[in-house]
């Protein structure tokens, strides 16, 4: 350990020398010091010789200090830090603000004295790792003052999350014009393993038993807050920020569009801003019982009032509703029926998810609901539980190896036994799909379309006016368009194309006019939406490529395109182009029996083109 000694000098006074055995400033193994002539500073050194493992402090000038009074003070590490934080767009005002307190609490204490710059006295890779092992560890910080509260011990996902803003920051300097560094500090930093059990013992999953008698517990005025968060798995911030307006219909049901929740803003004030990521702005169906509650609620209010508000209105505060409302009934719960789990808010969320799976709901469906940003997120999170799907698993498996095997249950009881149209009943032959000729539907008159005079609402999609009598409809197709096409987009302005045939790719409008002359008639309900499958191939009257087929592609298409729109799980044609090619057709919902489709479709093709004159035998 590094130690204070007193030097008495006669003309120039007292001396403070600190010694200790380890590193000098060169790396050699010796029994270093430095001189200084108050107390304090000799102290401070001295505990930041034992917080850096009895070596020299990086950064630190023989006689001098630290590097910091020789560097450029924006570069320094917390100033650089603060400032990348200001520059970052697309993040909430709490999250700047949190992040700015990350940087403060848990990443100046170490990294403070030291610059973000190449050379003397920069941030280097083993002050990362000793950074993320103190974390892990609960150990202070070197500039930490001795009588500080002993620091918290992070769980490996925590450290992971803070490291990545480290990174974030470091970065920022390498890609800096012109760079300040050459290399990313904290590229290789060892993190500590993260057990995948640490989040499932984080989540409690409720049977229904178990929240039916919370529920009967719960008081009166928060019975209806806790039935919404449960039966939609919606946020706490999402649920307690509903409005009258965001009750809608969904294909003739009832269901609640999520387009808002409760922030904090860089003051800690709360405030209303977008959902937590772009996926969660979502639109959720619920079930006829909750919608007559909501609208119960909604009765006589704003559209843009609060559905739920606290007991002296406004917003309802988390904390409040945690220690009078839901603690209570707990421990109610606990006491009238023998409740074992102490599930927190946040668990109606998870227990919600769990319900679904225990009911085979897809996880594309849970996903989506939940607006989870990734199906990742999904599997990561909740994949613990997928065993209760063993059954249709197996089930499924059995029917794609033998298609005269029944149909699996689980495709009956959701409603999507449809999608096995046009599958092949032959067991284990790849083609032989029977034909189903495409039938043009742009002639056809939309159902729950009218015509009429009536004022329209019109919405511009990728160059087609689609008219609609209901306005919320029309907003929530082009909401849903720009976010199908989000990507797309982002890549025509990337390749340079202007912003206006970019954003002519996206969603116009709606645009209100007073009655509708285009073709067809105004929709009176939200069309279909089906993500459909295409390939296709052109053949020489000869049977040779035209070209190499196109690679299968797939999209979003929506019930106003003719042209892609099917319900079908494959469907396939050949064409006939007046130059003697033939094209071969294939789309579905079903991506391998599309691909099976495809195969029929040019077999089909090649024959077509053995029938035209002069052409020889085509070889498939």
């Known amino acids: 350990m590094a130690y204070v000694e007193t030097q008495e000098r006669k003309r120039t006074g007292t001396r403070y020398i600190v010694r200790w055995r380890g590193r000098g400033p060169d790396g050699e193994a010796t029994n270093p010091t430095e001189y200084f002539d108050d107390p304090k500073s000799a102290e401070r050194f001295r505990d930041l010789v034992d917080a850096h493992g009895q070596n020299w402090p990086p950064g630190w000038i023989r006689g001098q200090g630290f590097v910091a009074d020789r560097r450029r003070q924006e570069t320094m590490f917390e100033p650089y830090a603060l400032a990348y934080v200001d520059r970052l767009t697309g993040i909430q005002g709490d999250t700047r603000a949190r992040y700015k307190k990350e940087i403060r609490e848990n990443m100046v204490p170490w990294l403070g004295p030291y610059s973000v710059e190449d050379g003397e006295g920069t941030i280097v890779r083993d002050m990362v790792q000793d950074w993320v092992n103190d974390l892990v560890e609960g150990r202070l910080a070197p500039l930490d003052p001795p009588n500080r509260k002993p620091r918290t011990k992070y769980a490996p996902k925590t450290v992971g999350d803070k490291h990545g803003l480290l990174y974030a920051i470091m970065q920022s300097a390498v890609d800096a014009e012109p760079p300040l560094r050459s290399s990313n500090p904290?590229?290789?930093?060892?993190?500590?393993?993260?057990?995948?059990?640490?989040?499932e013992e984080e989540m409690v999953f409720l049977e229904r038993e178990e929240w039916a008698w919370i529920y009967e517990c719960l008081r009166d005025d928060a019975k209806d807050l806790a039935e919404t968060l449960a039966e939609t798995g919606l946020r706490w911030g999402e649920a307690t920020a509903l409005q009258p307006r965001d009750l809608r219909r969904r294909n003739g049901r009832p269901a609640i569009r999520v387009q808002r929740a409760w922030k904090k803003d860089e003051n800690g004030k709360s405030v209303l801003g977008p959902p937590k990521t772009r996926k969660s702005r979502r639109t959720a169906v619920i079930t006829h019982k909750l919608d007559r509650m909501l609208r119960r609620r909604a009765k006589g209010l704003a559209p843009d009032a609060l559905i739920f508000t606290g007991p002296e209105?406004?917003?309802?505060?988390?904390?409040?509703?945690?220690?009078?409302?839901?603690?209570?009934?707990?421990?109610?719960?606990?006491?009238?029926?023998?409740?074992?789990?102490?599930?927190?808010?946040?668990?109606?969320?998870?227990?919600?998810?769990?319900?679904?799976?225990?009911?085979?709901?897809?996880?594309?469906?849970?996903?989506g609901r939940l607006g989870h940003e990734s199906i990742t997120t999904t599997v990561d999170r909740y994949g613990h539980l997928l065993d209760a799907l063993d059954d249709e698993v197996m089930a499924a498996v059995e029917w794609a190896m033998d298609p005269s095997a029944p149909l699996p249950g689980f495709l009956e009881r959701s409603g999507l036994a449809s999608a096995t149209d046009g599958l092949p009943h032959v067991p284990r032959q790849p083609s032989g799909l029977a034909q189903e000729s495409w039938k043009d539907a742009s002639d056809m008159p939309q159902e729950g379309a009218k015509h009429g005079d009536a004022p329209v609402f019109v919405v511009t999609l990728g160059g087609r006016?689609?008219?609609?009598?209901?306005?919320?409809?029309?907003?929530d197709v082009a909401d849903q368009w720009n976010d199908d096409h989000e990507e797309e987009i982002a890549t025509m302005r990337a390749n340079g194309w202007s912003e206006e045939k970019a954003a002519r790719r996206g969603a116009l409008g709606p645009e209100e006019r007073d009655r509708w002359t285009g073709g067809g008639s105004a929709w009176t309900r939200m069309p279909e939406r089906q993500f459909v499958h295409y390939a296709l191939a052109s053949y020489k009257a000869d049977g040779t490529l035209s070209y190499e087929p196109f690679p299968l592609s797939s999209r979003w298409t929506w019930e106003f395109e003719p042209e892609g729109f099917t319900r079908s799980a494959a469907e396939f044609r050949t064409e006939a182009r007046p130059d003697g090619s033939t094209e071969a057709h294939a789309r579905g919902v079903n991506r391998s029996a599309m691909a099976r489709a495809f195969e029929q479709a040019r077999v089909e093709a090649l024959e077509k083109c053995t029938q035209h004159p002069g052409s020889a035998r085509a070889q498939v």
């Open 313 to 367: 209105g406004g917003k309802w505060d988390p904390g409040t509703f945690r220690r009078l409302r839901w603690l209570p009934a707990i421990e109610l719960a606990a006491e009238k029926y023998g409740l074992l789990k102490r599930p927190r808010i946040h668990d109606l969320r998870h227990s919600h998810a769990s319900w679904l799976i225990a009911a085979k709901v897809p996880l594309p469906a849970i996903q």
């Open 465 to 475: 006016e689609v008219p609609f009598v209901d306005r919320q409809h029309a907003q």
């Open 186 to 199: 904290c590229a290789k930093t060892r993190l500590p393993r993260a057990d995948g059990a640490e989040e």
